[in-house]
C-alpha cells in the first residue's frame, strides 16, 4: 500500500522534471493581482536596498558629475520607496519588502567592481556600467508594472510607477553622458 502511495506522488514529480516545468509551492501566485503584489515586495526591497548602496559608490566615484548624479537619484529613490508605499496603500496591503534576489547580485557585483579597481577614471567607469544595469534592472521592473497596474484597472497605482519609471529611465540617460562626456575616453587614456 505504501510503496503504490509513494508511486502515485513520484509520477507527476517525473513527469514535471522531463518536461522542464518547475512545481509551483504552496504559496504561488494564481491571479496577476498577486503577481502585481510579488512585483512591488520585489522592487520595495531593491529600492530600500539602493538607498544605502548609493552612498557607497558615491563615496567611491572621483568624477563631480558622477558624484552629482549618483547622490541626486539617490534623493529620487527615497522618493520610490515613499511612492511604493503609497502604491501598498491604494491596493489596501500593508508595505512589506521581500529580498530581490536580482538586485542583491547587482548590488553585490558593483561592489565587487569597486574593490577590482584603481580610484580614478577607471573605478568611475565601473560604477556607472554597475549602476547603469540597475537602472535597467529598474526599467524593466516599473515598465512591467505599471502594465500590470493598467491592466488591472489601477490607474492611480499605474500613474505612479510610470512616474518611478521616467525617473529612472532619465538617471540612466544621465549616466550616460557623464560616461561619454569624459570618464570612458580618459578611462581608456589610462590603459
Ligand atoms: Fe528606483
Ligand atoms: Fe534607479
Same mark, same amino acid.
Given at each position: ?19 522542464? =516545468?518547475?512545481?509551483? $509551492?504552496?504559496? +504561488?501566485?494564481? %491571479?496577476?493581482?498577486?503577481?502585481? &503584489?510579488?512585483?512591488? $515586495? ?35 529613490? /527615497? ?12 491596493? %489596501? ?5 521581500? $529580498?530581490?534576489? +536580482?538586485?542583491?547580485?547587482? !548590488?553585490?557585483?558593483?561592489?565587487? !567592481? !569597486?574593490? /577590482?579597481?584603481?580610484? %580614478?577614471? =577607471? ?6 556600467? +554597475?549602476?547603469? $544595469?540597475?537602472?535597467?534592472? /529598474?526599467?524593466? #521592473?516599473? %515598465?512591467?508594472?505599471?502594465?500590470? +497596474?493598467? #491592466? ?11 512616474? #518611478?519609471?521616467?525617473?529612472?529611465? &532619465? ?11 569624459? !570618464?570612458?575616453? &580618459? ?5
Amino acid at each position: 500500500m505504501k510503496t503504490t502511495d509513494s508511486k502515485k506522488t513520484t509520477a507527476p514529480k517525473q513527469a514535471a522534471k522531463k518536461s522542464g =516545468v518547475i512545481k509551483p $509551492k504552496s504559496d +504561488a501566485a494564481s %491571479g496577476l493581482t498577486e503577481l502585481f &503584489e510579488d512585483g512591488l $515586495k520585489d522592487i520595495y526591497w531593491a529600492e530600500k536596498a539602493l538607498t544605502k548602496a548609493l552612498p557607497t559608490m558615491a563615496k567611491n566615484a572621483t568624477s563631480a558629475d558622477l558624484i552629482e548624479a549618483l547622490n541626486s537619484h539617490l534623493t529620487e529613490t /527615497e522618493e520610490h520607496v515613499a511612492r511604493l508605499e503609497k502604491v501598498f496603500e491604494l491596493i %489596501g496591503k500593508k508595505a512589506t519588502a521581500k $529580498k530581490c534576489d +536580482a538586485m542583491s547580485g547587482l !548590488i553585490e557585483e558593483g561592489k565587487g !567592481i !569597486i574593490e /577590482e579597481t584603481e580610484v %580614478g577614471v =577607471v573605478r568611475d567607469a565601473g560604477i556607472i556600467a +554597475a549602476s547603469q $544595469k540597475i537602472e535597467h534592472y /529598474e526599467i524593466a #521592473t516599473y %515598465g512591467t508594472l505599471r502594465q500590470f +497596474a493598467e #491592466t488591472l484597472g489601477l490607474s492611480e497605482a499605474a500613474d505612479l510607477l510610470e512616474q #518611478t519609471l521616467e525617473e529612472e529611465k &532619465e538617471a540612466d540617460k544621465k549616466l550616460t553622458i557623464v560616461a561619454v562626456d569624459a !570618464i570612458n575616453v &580618459e578611462a581608456a587614456e589610462a590603459d
